[in-house]
């Protein structure tokens, strides 16, 4: 028995020594196998290791939004646009009878009014579009470059009806605005205005639509506004609204007074408009539009009860040539254009803007009880002074 134990123990011990010493062997040649495995994890190779600490979403600082890049694309093409017009305004002399005597004996005298406004080079060439009612006018016009250069530009042609205008420089490696597709927008899309606000030359402030498609708001004869409450200030007019890429979606125009208490309601002449307008007064000089004569008016269903009409609309306010040839006359009411119902005033006059002038529009319009049609053919539209 006491044999027996004797070879058992003998046994565990040379079983101890000799792990003891393959462990010792082991540790010799692979000594990384101990290194930084402290603890009770096993070891992991390369491809298996857990990303660093410092790339976790956890670790990283807050994400910066930024529209750096659409600037820098945007803005090189935006030009600052100084203007000066002799202005006449009446004097009365000095003392107590300057009032008296100037009823009768008026006095003037002629100061030079400044102005300051935007405007976006479109092409190489050198044309620039802005709006009308900042070079309106005016008998000297300036425009500056981001760069620092000056020209005096040539007016090529202007558009009253959309408050637009195009100038034209004479310079070389000009920078030019994308254009946009402003009948892409959302209410809601990121917009940045960039102009020259109170002398402030390329200024940058952003904003999102607020909404499309704004009219009758009394500013212009063709109305279709992109409003935005991106801040615009003296001097935004005639400058860009671009969208998020830099892309040019609009021509800064008009803001609802301040005097009134309103903030963050700005319009701005929608690109697509401004296509039509630019490719019109660089071909022909002039925007070319369609005309039949007649000026439509909305009315509501108690005015038109003091006309003899069974509900309100569209009524026709003055009819010339050739709605005169046609047989249309003033009270008509009009119901539909080319098969299609007028939904406002407004519409109808755009609707017959684009006619192209020779072709012939179909007329419905009620006069009394009684619903008529009328073939009606169409024009170019004169002047805006002698359009009616």
Do not use: C
Not at 32 to 54: E, F, H, M, V
Request: charged share 15%; aromatic share 4%.
């Amino acid at each position: 028995m006491l044999e027996r134990l004797s070879r058992g123990l003998t046994f565990i011990a040379g079983s101890v020594v000799g792990g003891l010493a393959l462990a010792f062997v082991i540790v010799a040649l692979r000594p990384d196998l101990i290194r930084g495995n402290a603890g009770s994890q096993p070891a992991q190779t390369p491809a298996s290791l857990p990303a660093p600490a410092a790339s976790t979403p956890s670790t990283r600082g807050p994400v910066r939004v930024t529209y750096a890049a659409a600037v820098q694309r945007a803005a090189p093409a935006v030009v600052n646009i100084y203007t000066a017009r002799v202005v006449e305004e009446r004097v009365d002399p000095p003392g107590p009878f300057g009032e008296l005597f100037g009823n009768v004996l008026p006095q003037y005298q002629k100061r030079v009014e400044r102005s300051l406004g935007s405007g976006v080079i479109v092409d190489a060439s050198g044309h620039i579009v802005t709006n009308y009612h900042v070079i309106a006018n005016a008998g000297a016009i300036r425009v500056q470059l981001a760069d620092g250069r000056i020209a005096n530009p040539q007016v090529v042609g202007v558009d009253p009806d959309t408050d637009l205008a195009v100038l034209k420089i004479a310079m070389s490696s000009l920078p030019v605005i994308t254009f946009g597709q402003s009948d892409q927008l959302r209410v809601g899309d990121v917009v940045l205005a960039i102009g020259d606000p109170l002398g402030l030359s390329q200024t940058v402030t952003h904003g999102i639509v607020s909404a499309t498609a704004r009219g009758q708001l009394g500013i212009t004869t063709f109305e279709d506004f992109i409003q935005t409450d991106a801040p615009i200030n003296f001097g935004n007019s005639g400058g860009a609204l671009v969208d998020s890429s830099g892309a040019l979606i609009g021509i800064n125009t008009a803001i609802v007074a301040k005097s009134l208490g309103v903030e963050g309601i700005g319009f701005a002449i929608p690109v697509d408009m401004v296509r039509g307008v630019l490719h019109d007064i660089i071909e022909y000089g002039r925007v070319i539009r369609g005309w039949i004569g007649i000026v439509p008016e909305d009315i509501s269903d108690a005015q038109a009860q003091q006309f003899g009409l069974a509900h309100g609309g569209v009524v026709i306010a003055y009819v010339g040539s050739p709605g005169q040839q046609a047989g249309l006359k003033p009270g008509d009411l009009l119901l539909a254009i080319d098969g299609a119902s007028v939904a406002s005033a407004e519409d109808a006059r755009a609707r017959i803007a684009i006619s192209k002038p020779g072709s012939t529009l179909t007329l419905r319009y009620q006069r009394g009880t009684r619903q008529l049609a009328v073939k009606v053919r169409v024009v170019e539209q004169p002047p805006l002074s002698s359009s009616g």
